[in-house]
């Protein structure tokens, strides 16, 4: 049979490049076959996420930048300046994470999903049409985010005007001047062509993009055992090879850029012109507290005792 499978991405993408993974070591080791089904096939991330649900779909890939809405502790990964810049030990904090591996998984249950993992995709940049180098440059900014309210509180800590919406939305409201702002990864500012329509990219070093992989979960309890290994073990493969896969990507993403347009500014904030923007940090990890969900104080612990062991 035919397993169908949704991410927010396109195939040559990160999360593409997972979903291509997994599903040649899905086919290698049993008879499913996997179709897959990029961003824009079946409608925006809020659309893939109920077809999921609903068993429409076998799996689906959703950063917390959108299941936040649905798992209000997913929204933690929104607290800024909480996961380290340094790859190993981010590399470590999610292969090791006791929060990732047992205090998430019963949550996304509760929404009849069956979470398989998490990984990262890249430190995170602000692409704006005006120079960042501090929170009030960011006053007069319409900023788009993922429809999470954490990431609303953050970037009004930050000094924007936060702007929820989906992604499909985001060039063409850069376009036409609704936004003037918005954050992602480098590799999918440049292969989305974010940089056309803004002229300043900034590292504030604020947070890199965590995704997650669920599988619907009344669809994986009703497999057999071999089956779920199987599923695993493609999951495993497919982690290994998308940390490898992002070695160097962002460096390399940013040369493109500049190739493709050498007007643009990219700058890294020192750690001076950082010192504002940590600072909002702990009111904003406050107001996760507050509407992180009934277990938000037990996944926030959690995750900082995960995230002192990987930085050991
Ligand atoms: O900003 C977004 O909405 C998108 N960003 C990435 C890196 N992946 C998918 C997501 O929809």
Redesign the pocket.
Known sequence: DTWRYA???ALD???GKFAQKFKEEVEANSDHQVQLFP?GTLG??ADTMEQAQSGILQFVDQ?P??TGALIPEAQVFFVPYLLPQDQDQLDSFFRNSKAIKELFPPLYAEQGLELLTMFP??EVMMTTTTEVKSPEDLNEVKF?V?TNPLLVEGYKAFGATPTPL??GE?YGALQTGIIQG????A??IESTKMYEVTDYITRAGHNN?T?AVMANKEFFDGLPDEDKDVIHNAIGTAFDYILEYQTGLTEKSLEKIKEAKPSITINTLTEEERAPFKATAEAVEQEFLEIGGPKAKDILDQMKADLDAATK
Not at 182 to 185: D, G, L, R, T, W
């Open positions: 991410f927010e991405e993408e990160v999360q961003f925006e991330s950063s930048g959108f995709e890249g788009r993922m989906p992604w985001v918005q954050e992602n990864p590799f999918f993009f995704t």
